[in-house]
């Protein structure tokens, strides 16, 4: 499975951004959960929202209410609907996809937040 985030970029607070991740290749019924992911510098990889394959969403405490995950079955391609944007929220994003054999990871695109 290839993952292909993007969609990142450069906004001031309280702006918005979608992410995207287009995923190609595997077969689509071994993904079973996919989901969003942050790392800000000097920080680790936390997690952002997840989305499973009967379409039930969990949310980071930080991001509830302002961020919204969802998935285009048709074409295989994750989303990640960012409001009310804060500056903590800068860092890296990444998309990822759960099979029972292993965790695939996108190459990461970057969210910058200004004040």
């Known amino acids: 499975v290839q993952l292909q985030a993007s969609g990142g970029g450069l906004v001031q607070a309280g702006g918005s951004l979608r992410l995207s991740c287009a995923a190609s290749?595997?077969?689509?019924?071994?993904?079973?959960?996919r989901g969003w992911y942050r790392q800000a510098p000097g920080n680790q990889r936390d997690l952002v929202a997840t989305?499973?394959?009967?379409?039930?969403?969990n949310y980071a405490d930080a991001v509830k209410g302002r961020f919204t995950i969802s998935r285009d079955i048709k074409k295989n391609t994750l989303y990640l609907q960012m409001n009310s944007l804060k500056p903590e929220d800068t860092a890296v994003y990444y998309c990822?996809?759960?099979?029972?054999?292993?965790?695939?990871w996108g190459q990461g695109t970057l969210v910058t937040v200004s004040s």
């Open positions: 290749g595997g077969s689509r019924g071994s993904i079973y959960v």
């Open positions: 990822n996809a759960v099979t029972k054999a292993r965790t695939y």
């Open positions: 989305i499973d394959a009967g379409g039930t969403t």
